[in-house]
């Protein structure tokens, strides 16, 4: 038997239920109105928010790291890069990410449900990142800091106004201070995995390291995410990956749980249950040839007119 490549975490053997595209979207849907309503639910406090993300900058030009600086600075004055990296940032990872996940359920089933529980087990640890680590984006800060915030600056090309990818009038409905850790970069690098592992021509593999990159500078230039960011979104995928074998095995334990009726065990033989009745060569239904026999004369059976008529003539009397 030919051996099937696989990523460390990920499992290669078939599902042991056959999966269900109306059991797997409600379960994404989910996921995805828990990710939105944990951003929304968790604000923080602005001033600690504020505090956080001016110790990021710090450490970060502490170890010389500090990129968003002229990375800003370049899509603020080059519109022809700002706006194509704002729709990019507004978009992308509302496509790219179902349409991955719509993929591997259709062309590679065996890999679908780990490479699944993978994103949803690491998109739930951003959501406690949200909570303890409130912080506020480069483009929220004081004018002082440097930083311009290319998505109001470019909001009359899209449908976003000043309130990051949120749609015109409706930034009350996002939490701005989910900067760390950046899931716009654990999203792409999931993508990036699945696309370089299972896609199967050149251009995948390309894709695989341009989407994770491009994100990356993407959500620096605009002033979304600090770099620090973009590496606790990795950090993030990378320890999800590890856990994600660990959270199969208790969702499988679960499902055992929670399923109903007995299960048919190896040691019961067969599974027909017929309670000793089972028929013979020659018979329509069980011990048809006891019920028959003597009920003629000098034993032989009697005809029906539901046998007799299967062909064979009635005896004369």
Same mark, same amino acid.
């Given at each position: ?23 797997? !979207?409600?379960?994404? *849907?989910?996921? $995805? ?11 923080? @406090? ?9 110790? %990021? ?31 990019? #940032? ?9 349409? %991955? ?5 259709? $062309? ?19 959501? %406690? ?9 480069? =483009? ?24 990051? &990818? ?10 701005? $201070? ?14 990036? *995995?699945?696309?370089? =592992? ?19 500078? *993407? ?6 995410? #600090?770099?620090? @960011? ?15 074998? $660990?959270?199969?095995?208790?969702? @499988? ?14 040691? &019961?033989?067969?599974?027909?249950? &017929? ?11 069980? =011990?048809?040839?006891?019920? !028959? ?25």
């Amino acid at each position: 038997m030919p051996k099937t490549e696989t990523t460390p975490g990920i499992e290669a053997a078939a599902p042991r239920t056959r999966l269900r595209w109306w059991t797997e !979207l409600p379960l994404i *849907v989910l996921v $995805y109105a828990c990710y939105s309503a944990g951003r929304l639910v968790v604000r923080g @406090d602005t001033a600690g928010a504020v505090d956080h993300g001016l110790a %990021i900058l710090r450490v970060e030009k502490f170890l010389h790291l500090n990129a968003e600086h002229p990375l800003n600075r370049l899509f603020t004055r080059e519109a022809w890069l700002g706006v194509p990296a704002d729709f990019w #940032y507004a978009s992308l990872h509302y496509v790219v990410t179902p349409a %991955i996940l719509i993929w591997l359920f259709r $062309y590679r089933a065996a890999h679908y449900r780990a490479a699944r529980t993978w994103l949803m087990t690491s998109t739930f640890m951003g959501l %406690i990142g949200f909570t303890l680590l409130p912080t506020c984006p480069p =483009r929220l800060l004081s004018a002082g800091h440097g930083f311009v915030d290319t998505m109001a600056q470019y909001s009359s090309y899209g449908w976003w106004g000043g309130a990051a &990818s949120a749609p015109k009038g409706l930034g009350g409905m996002t939490n701005q $201070y989910a900067a760390m850790p950046s899931l716009h970069v654990g999203w792409a690098l999931w993508c990036g *995995v699945m696309l370089w =592992r299972y896609g199967r021509t050149r251009t995948t593999k390309v894709a695989a390291v341009a989407y994770p990159l491009l994100t990356t500078i *993407v959500v620096m230039g605009t002033a979304n995410h #600090y770099f620090l @960011d973009a590496v606790a979104g990795a950090a993030v995928m990378g320890v999800g990956l590890f856990l994600t074998p $660990y959270v199969m095995g208790v969702m @499988d334990r679960l499902r055992t749980l929670l399923s109903f009726g007995p299960k048919p065990s190896a040691a &019961s033989g067969s599974s027909i249950v &017929s309670g000793g009745c089972q028929t013979s060569a020659g018979e329509r239904f069980p =011990r048809q040839h006891e019920s !028959l026999a003597g009920s003629g004369p000098r034993g032989e059976p009697s005809a029906s007119p539901t046998d007799a008529g299967e062909g064979a003539a009635a005896a004369a009397r």
